[in-house]
């Protein structure tokens, strides 16, 4: 407990890429303490929360020697772990932590490590957290496939029932981020996880703004938008969700906050 102080102390001017200096100070002092502790100098470490606090620090920072640095406490936290230390084994948040410090600049080369790291987790150790993790990585990078491997990671979570509403929207996020010209085949693919959310569990706000999005962008037929649009907001309505970033989207991109909408809305009000 004194040692994960002592750590978050060391980091209390770490703000920015300009700080650097002070992570780096940080990330020595821990290692020092482990390098005592592993030469029988010193009987006393930090926890899994002074490790996972330094790896915190690593994630907000730009820098480059990021990933190399955080997987040095990981390997270490492992290390100890598997040589008898106690409360320093990752966990969760430790996984996390490291897929976005891997997958930080989007770049395709970067986001594969942070999937062979996430494939690499023992499945009995990943939880929701970790696979929505996951799911955002992907829906956020330039991978060509990161459909099919979203809406594949989302199908192994609903087989084991570690789904939430943060899941599908991660999905649907991907499928309106994706660079694919099939079109026709995306908005399907939105419009299904969109059926399967609704199955599972119950859309939020920002559920109905994604297949909004996904409705204006993939399809062609305006008719065909407009009439679903018009239902997606009745039926955010009727769910009592009604608010001005669900309008903001409806009014964008040319699809003017009409007389049907404005009626709708009206309606939502008794």
Known sequence: MVMNLAIKAQLSGHRSTASCKILFDAHRYLMNIVSMYEKDES???PTRVGFNTVLAHWEKTHHLKSPGMAEEIYKT???LSVNG??????????????????????????TLKAVNFFKSIKEEQLDIHSYNC?????AGSRMNDKVDM???LLLDMESRKLVDVASYNAVLSACN???SNNKQRLLDLAIETYRRLKVVTNPNELSFILIIRAWKKLSNDKTEI???????????CDRGIKGKRLEDELKENDYTWNKNYAETSSECLH
Not at 85 to 110: E, Q, W, Y
Request: charged share 30%.
């Open 77 to 79: 936290m492992k290390r």
């Open 226 to 236: 407009e009439r679903n649009l018009r239902l997606l907001y009745k039926d955010a």
């Open 43 to 45: 009987k006393v470490l």
């Open 134 to 138: 996951m799911l955002r990585i992907l």
């Open 85 to 110: 230390a106690v409360d320093v084994s990752p966990n969760s948040f430790t996984n996390n932590l490291m897929m976005r410090i891997f997958a930080r600049d989007r770049k395709i080369k970067s």
């Open 177 to 179: 981020l994706s660079n």
């Open 150 to 152: 979203a809406n594949n």
